[in-house]
């Protein structure tokens, strides 16, 4: 386990779904590869230049719900790229909580995250 993964507070979920992520410059489809009340992983397209501090918007459609987080780019390697998260709003938050519950499968994991988030 790297010194990363030990410092992490909150579970990632691993998540294979299609997202847009907007940042100041351009809007694109990515691949999201997991997501947590913090933050997510996506997948970039090929070829694209992004950079860590930059900030973006994190758009996931689940049906007809959709999940907007406001980040910003924590780390890029190769065509993967970290995000941080810095605000979302209330409706996202529930369906993000909903998802990870149903994810995790113990509510006891949602709620010690949840405390460490408002922490």
């Known amino acids: 386990m790297s010194a990363h993964e030990e ?7 691993h998540f294979d779904a299609q997202a847009q992520l907007s940042t100041v ?3 694109l489809d990515v691949q999201l590869l997991d997501i947590s009340l ?13 950079e860590p ?5 994190l ?8 999940i907007k987080m406001a980040a910003e780019l924590a780390h890029v390697k190769a065509d ?3 995000l941080q998260c810095r605000s979302i709003d209330l ?13 995790l499968g113990k509510r006891e994991l949602l709620e010690r995250e949840l405390r460490a988030l408002v922490a």
Not at 60 to 66: K, Q
Not at 91 to 103: D, G, Q, W
């Open 53 to 57: 501090g930059e900030p973006c918007l």
């Open 59 to 66: 758009a996931l459609r689940l049906g007809d719900v959709t």
């Open 25 to 27: 410059d351009t809007r």
């Open 7 to 13: 410092r992490r507070q909150f579970a990632r979920i």
């Open 80 to 82: 993967h790229a970290g």
């Open 91 to 103: 409706e996202s938050i529930s369906h993000l909580r909903r998802l990870v519950e149903v994810n």
């Open 38 to 50: 913090q933050g997510a992983l996506v997948r970039l397209p090929a070829g694209l230049r992004v």
